[in-house]
Nanobody, 121 residues
Framework: QVQLVESGGGLVQPGGSLRLSCAAVGSNFRINTMGWYRQVPGKQRDLVATITSGGSTDMLDSVKGRFTISTDNAPNTVYLQMNSLKPEDTAVYYC???????????????WGLGTQVTVSS
């Protein structure tokens, strides 16, 4: 079993910055990919950014050049640096991890509880 512990959401003015972090806590697993999704009420959950264990990244077009996903060499942790935030970035941001369980010999998806990001003046 793996738990994802998120932090870093909040209220920020347009043009401001926030940094989200997510740590995968558990035992006997290996990260395949970690990433961030976001959701606004009434809409589907959309991929924002993902990073593989090898360091390959995928980003939503509308956040390219403003957001950066990284691991900063911290074990089982992913960060989302969000700069030049816009009101349309307002959403609940969810951490996701696809992990390989060494005990079950299978891969599973896990989700965090979500953290609210509000961009407003």
């Amino acid at each position: 079993q793996v738990q994802l512990v998120e932090s870093g959401g909040g209220l920020v003015q347009p043009g401001g910055s926030l940094r989200l972090s997510c740590a995968a806590v558990g035992s006997n697993f290996r990260i395949n990919t970690m990433g961030w999704y976001r959701q606004v009420p009434g809409k589907q959950r959309d991929l924002v950014a993902t990073i593989t264990s090898g360091g390959s990244t995928d980003m939503l077009d509308s956040v390219k050049g403003r957001f950066t996903i990284s691991t900063d060499n911290a074990p089982n942790t992913v960060y989302l640096q969000m700069n030049s935030l816009k009101p349309e970035d307002t959403a609940v941001y969810y951490c996701n991890a696809n992990v390989y369980s060494r005990s079950a010999l299978a891969s599973y998806d896990y989700w965090g509880l979500g953290t609210q990001v509000t961009v407003s003046s």
